[in-house]
């Protein structure tokens, strides 16, 4: 026990050897970073300024668009700075705080995504009762659920993985501190309590991810059976972005799940952590744009005022330029 050492950094490694592909990896995971901030931001503006996007769904998507950029700033920043100063360590709690709030948000975007397949059935299943079912309260209970149950969740997962000491190794074969990683260097009771708490967590995952299979198998059904072509393509429009998002969600989460945990580092494991990490937060806001008809018009209303105040405000220079002159 007097040789035991306990670490309290870790050293975070990732497959670019040489100085400089470590900044040409920071210049990439800075490029994906912005244009996921421009995307998540984008969509949360336009909703929140276009009076015709205050609805249930809307409010939703506008949402997972914060979480999504949380999410994302949660990792990346730190990635991006440690790839240009070639620190490539972390301390104790800011590893716990990574894995504290990436978990957080994992939570709470599949809470969210269970909350809008119930919000599509409704609309399209029971037109009739969306009104009285649906409202501005539930939403906002169910929002705050979401970020309840992710807290809690969140709490008892980080608490359970940093509850000992860390004494065989302090290197995280990944950029950033992944639950995995954290796992494979931890004690073997850790290991687990871990092992039980992600069976139950895994129950829980399967149920709400067959409870959106139902509801859009339900929808799809509903939708099919419409006699309007045009009706028929707004449910589609709506419904179509919100199952890609889930699925890609879904996608990139299983393979963080089932993928084997690296030992050394790769590209192949980068390119892992980066589809679960980097991928959802950067395409959600592309999906929502392009298949979203109502977004996507909230979108060009947007920058059509933008463009207009501009113009009026460059012209209005001009004239007290002129009257200056004068």
């Known amino acids: ?3 035991l050492t306990i670490f309290t950094e870790f050293l975070l490694m990732d497959v670019a050897g040489s100085r400089e592909l470590q900044v040409l990896q920071g210049v990439l995971f800075l ?15 336009v909703i929140v300024t276009d009076t015709r996007l205050h609805s249930p769904m809307y409010f939703f998507i506008s949402n997972v668009a914060l979480v999504d950029l949380s999410s994302i700033s949660v990792v990346v920043p730190k990635a991006v700075m440690n790839s ?38 409704m609309a399209i299943c029971h037109p009739l009762h969306y009104g009285l079912i649906i409202t ?29 000491p860390f004494t065989k190794t302090y290197v995280i074969q990944q950029y950033f501190c992944d639950v995995p990683q954290i796992l494979r260097i931890s004690s073997s009771l850790v290991q687990f309590s871990e092992f039980i708490f992600v069976v139950l967590c895994t129950c829980f995952v399967l149920a709400c991810a067959g409870f959106i299979f139902i509801s859009y198998i339900k929808i799809f059904s509903t939708v ?18 919100q199952l890609a998002v889930l699925c890609l969600f879904f996608i990139t989460a299983s ?45 060009q209303r947007m920058f059509h005022r933008f463009s207009r105040v501009s113009i009026q405000n460059f012209l209005t220079k001009i004239k007290i330029s002129s009257i200056i002159v004068r």
């Open 1 to 3: 026990m007097d040789n």
């Open 31 to 45: 490029v994906i970073y912005l244009g996921a901030l421009t995307g998540n931001l984008l969509t949360v503006t």
């Open 84 to 121: 240009m100063t070639g620190n490539k360590t972390i301390s104790l709690p800011e590893c716990a705080a990574q894995v504290f709030l990436f978990t957080l948000f994992a939570e709470v975007e599949i809470a969210l995504l269970v909350v809008m397949s119930y919000d599509r059935y």
């Open 136 to 164: 501005p309260s539930l939403c906002s209970q169910a929002t705050a659920g979401s970020w309840a149950s992710g807290l809690v969740y969140s709490a008892v997962h980080t608490g359970a993985l940093f509850r000992l």
């Open 224 to 241: 099919l059976k419409m006699h309007s072509v045009e009706a028929r393509n707004k449910a589609m429009s709506t419904c179509t972005p």
């Open 255 to 299: 393979v963080a799940a089932l993928g084997p945990i690296a030992k050394k580092p790769s590209l192949r494991n980068l390119l892992t952590a980066m589809s679960y990490t980097m991928l959802p937060p950067f395409m959600n806001p592309i999906i929502y744009c392009l298949r979203n008809r109502e977004i996507n018009s909230g979108l």
